[in-house]
């Protein structure tokens, strides 16, 4: 027992994953396998992005990473610790934006800090300052509604942030803004990722934005999901992604995902059958 | 405030998007206006139902004895008004003359039903919200309480009546045991369906922040769920109105339920349409305070009124 949990690489690591998987409501008629056999290690400060089809296991991964879900398979640590709960140190961001629509930006932001207990003054400061460092100040005592889809996402980001992760967890983050306000939010994304230190691992499903932003990029298989290759980016940022080594990595995921968005395709006909 | 700007807000971008035609454009340029028009429409609808009513008494479709059109059972408020003072009635060696006005006792009896409604909101939604919070958050009690909780819903609220007058006997007691009755066992199913779906991205985000559960409960819970409370509470206020009248008309000593029963006894249908007329205007007055009170608690709340008015 003690042998099996004595973690045997550098407890430096920010994640570690060691045959890790997850079914769903395990042990039901409805029990189904979403994810299998993954193992994984990402350095500190590295961007790691999760690429593949949807319903592949993406999601379902970061929540096992983030202590929100219990791995069925396997076992993960964070900085040598073992993952069993979720920790202010793995914040993580969702597709649609999550802030509390009856607080204000500035009490959205420091909500952690109050769980803690926080004094107001304490709380309005760290509030300030992470919202300084995406670039919305100003917005401090607005409310959710009175942002685009853009800022929101960003005090999301400022709220994560006022917890001072080490690793950052992203789900989609950028997927329902336009193609503009996403490229903007990359940029800016970038440029809170270097200040930070943090780790990032970040999900997608469009392959400009993994080239636009991995270190590595995890390529997924279809259902259940399993990591068919780790596709690692050595270009210099900030990248041009118009040159000739961007054009020629967007031809190499895409063609290691297509097999798979055919495979999970003839699969949901064949589920189609048979209902 | 803020409900008559934003109002005018949008109608000014759905009808400025391009040129609207001149019936739009009128509309839009009432918006300022737009409590006066509210008002404006209320009247009318009003004076519309009056209308035909005063048409079929004119047609002498309506028998006056039976069908009073308003123009009578409101010619003599003071006549009227008189009924409404039971209270001073039932009092020993007085005369019906004595006692407060006509107008008091008005304002009286509708004040005494109103407060009971109101008592029996407040005791049956703090209630209510409160055991179905508990349900969801400890396994044992929703195994324990919330099967009685369902199997007892169904029960319209006239079935506890009697249930009402053993254990409170007359006065108010029963009145408001009965409208908390009425709505406390839908108000506790509403607030689990409520507590289920709520977004499940906003609890985990507290969850990796480090929130207890007692902290997920009163920080994200309670808040989130609170508009559909309130919209809840606002379907349920008229049931309360219905049974509330139930309640006083078998001997609480005064209220509009009393009123209704005497112009019954007495068979006075110009009573029986006046106290209907009372009772509807201090419903409709409650149920306007209740969303005016709606739109400055929950002021993070679209108005989907507007946005069906596109269409
Ligand atoms: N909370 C859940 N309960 C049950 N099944 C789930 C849950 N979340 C995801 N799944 C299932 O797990 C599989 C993978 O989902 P997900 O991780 O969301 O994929 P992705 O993010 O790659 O699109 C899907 O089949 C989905 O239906
Ligand atoms: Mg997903």
């Known amino acids: 027992m003690s042998s099996e949990d004595a973690p045997h690489f550098s407890s430096k690591d920010a994640v570690v994953c060691r045959g890790v998987g997850k079914t769903w409501a395990a042990g039901t008629r409805r029990a189904h396998n979403a994810l299998t056999g993954i193992d994984l290690d990402v350095a500190p400060g590295e961007f790691v992005v999760f690429l593949g089809p949807s319903g592949c296991g993406k999601s379902t991964l970061l929540y096992l990473i983030a202590g929100l879900e219990d791995a069925t398979e396997g076992k993960l640590w964070s900085f040598g610790d073992l993952v069993d709960m979720p920790s202010p140190e793995r914040s993580l961001i969702f597709q649609e934006t999550s802030l509390f629509p009856w607080l204000t930006v500035w009490e959205n932001v420091s909500f952690g800090l109050s769980i803690r207990g926080a004094s107001k003054e304490e709380r309005r400061t760290v509030a300030a300052e992470a919202l300084q460092r995406v670039g919305l100040k100003a917005a401090m005592d607005k409310r959710p509604d009175e942002l685009s889809g853009g800022m929101r996402q960003r005090v999301a980001v400022a709220r994560a942030l006022a917890m001072r992760p080490k690793v950052l967890l992203m789900d989609e983050p950028f997927a329902a803004l336009d193609v503009q306000t996403r490229a903007r939010m990359q940029d800016f994304l970038l440029d809170v990722w270097r200040d930070s230190g943090a780790s990032v691992l970040f999900v997608t499903h469009h392959i400009d934005e993994a080239v636009a932003l991995a270190d590595r990029v995890v390529v997924f298989t279809s259902r259940p999901g399993r990591i068919k290759t780790i596709v690692p980016i050595d270009m210099p940022r900030p990248r041009n992604l118009f040159s000739r080594e961007a054009e020629d990595l967007r031809i190499r995921l895409t063609d290691l995902l297509r097999d798979e968005v055919d495979r999970a395709f003839a699969e949901q006909e064949a589920l189609a059958a048979t209902a | ?311």
């Open chain 2, 1 to 311: 405030m803020a409900v008559v700007t934003r109002d005018s807000d949008s109608s000014g971008t759905a009808g400025g998007a391009s040129r609207p035609p001149a019936a739009s454009r009128l509309l839009a340029s009432m918006a300022g206006l737009d409590w006066l028009a509210r008002i404006w429409w209320t009247c009318l609808s009003i004076s519309l139902f009056a209308g035909l009513w005063e048409l079929c008494w004119a047609m002498g479709w309506a028998d006056e004895k039976l069908l009073p059109p308003p123009h009578i059972f409101l010619d003599n408020i003071g006549e009227q008004g008189r009924y409404f003072n039971t209270a001073t009635r039932w009092q020993v060696g007085q005369s019906m003359a004595e006692g407060p006005s006509a107008f008091e006792s008005v304002l009286i009896t509708g004040a005494a039903t109103t407060a009971r409604v109101f008592v029996g909101l407040i005791i049956a939604s703090v209630l209510a919200i409160g055991v179905g919070v508990l349900i969801r958050y400890y396994r044992f009690f929703d195994r324990l309480v919330l099967p009685t909780i369902t199997l007892l819903s169904p029960v319209s609220p006239i079935a506890w009546l009697p249930v009402a007058i053993f254990l409170f006997g007359i006065g108010n007691a029963p009145a408001i045991f009965m409208v908390v009755v009425a709505l406390f066992f839908h108000m506790v199913l509403a607030t689990i369906n409520q507590i289920d779906t709520v977004n499940t991205n906003l609890i985990n985000v507290a969850r990796t922040m480090g929130a207890s559960k007692a902290q997920i409960y009163t920080r994200v819970i309670v808040p989130a769920i609170l508009p559909g409370m309130l919209q809840v509470l606002r379907m349920n206020l008229f049931g309360a109105w219905m049974v509330v009248l139930v309640a006083e008309s078998t001997g609480v000593g005064y209220g509009m339920g009393q009123v209704i029963m005497l112009a019954r006894n007495t068979f006075n249908p110009s009573l029986v349409f006046f106290t209907i007329a009372v009772i509807g205007v201090l419903g409709f007055t409650f149920d306007w305070l209740l969303r005016l009170a709606q739109r400055r608690i929950l002021y993070w709340l679209p108005d989907t009124v507007e946005r069906l008015r596109v269409l």
